[in-house]
């Protein structure tokens, strides 16, 4: 299976600033996920996506996250005001032929 | 209470050894049950899903499940130095469209 590519690999910014992570390309795909993983803390689900829509999401994801699948294919996670606390590894993933996920690279948010 | 508990390490074998992981969950809806192995810096890579109570065998590795006592555990045989890594537990109430809850990870040392 195809793997699932985000980018940027590491993506340092500051406080207050907005951010977009993306996952590309990505196509065929219906079921899409954001994780986070904070530095030595446990991966922690933000949001699912099914069919061009938020179909599940956590107590995390409040209004600074969004989600989009603008052009078909590249699938976006905007933090619209960086807190130091977002810094942490946020995974893309989608959903495996079978059963469980393929998560993305990572792309690592530093927040100063 | 912890939704999904696993003993964090290290868990020190030598090489050739079998592994032992263990993982205990609380919520009774839980379905499907995941094996992730995540490297230092690295994306969780799938290594087994199992979803009745039982034994399921791939290669090395198995998964094995008791519903009734809330446990799920992965054995890995011979164990290798490059088996080294932390290992995932995860839980989905449905068949893993739905979020996955990830425990903290044991971490894993294979001794040559």
């Known amino acids: 299976e195809p793997e699932v590519t985000q980018t940027p690999s590491h993506q340092v910014t500051q406080m207050g600033q907005e951010v977009i992570l993306r996952c590309v390309p990505i196509?065929?795909?219906?079921?899409f996920y954001w994780y986070r993983q904070i530095l030595g803390q446990k991966v922690e689900f933000l949001v699912s996506f099914y069919n061009n829509e938020i179909s599940e999401k956590s107590e995390i994801f409040d209004d600074q996250f969004s989600v989009e699948r603008p052009d078909g294919s590249n699938f976006t996670l905007k933090i619209r005001s960086t807190k130091l606390e977002d810094s942490a590894m946020y995974f893309c993933?989608?959903?495996?032929?079978?059963?469980?996920?393929?998560f993305g690279s990572g792309t690592r948010l530093t927040v100063v | 209470q912890k939704e999904v508990e696993q003993n964090s390490g290290p868990l020190s074998v030598p090489e050739g050894a079998i592994a032992s992981l263990n993982c205990t969950y609380s919520?009774?809806?839980?379905?499907?049950f995941f094996w992730y192995r995540q490297y230092s810096g690295k994306s969780p890579e799938l290594i087994m899903f199992i979803y009745s109570n039982g034994d399921k065998e791939d290669g090395r590795f198995t998964a094995q499940l008791n519903k009734a006592s809330q446990y799920v555990s992965l054995l890995i045989r011979d164990s290798q130095p490059s088996d080294s890594a932390t290992y995932l537990c995860?839980?989905?109430?449905?068949?893993?469209?739905?979020?996955?809850?990830f425990g903290s990870g044991t971490r894993l040392q294979v001794q040559p």
């Open positions: 993933a989608r959903r495996g032929e079978h059963y469980g996920y393929t």
């Open positions: 995860a839980l989905s109430r449905d068949t893993g469209r739905r979020a996955l809850t």
């Open positions: 919520d009774r809806g839980s379905q499907s």
């Open positions: 196509s065929n795909h219906l079921y």
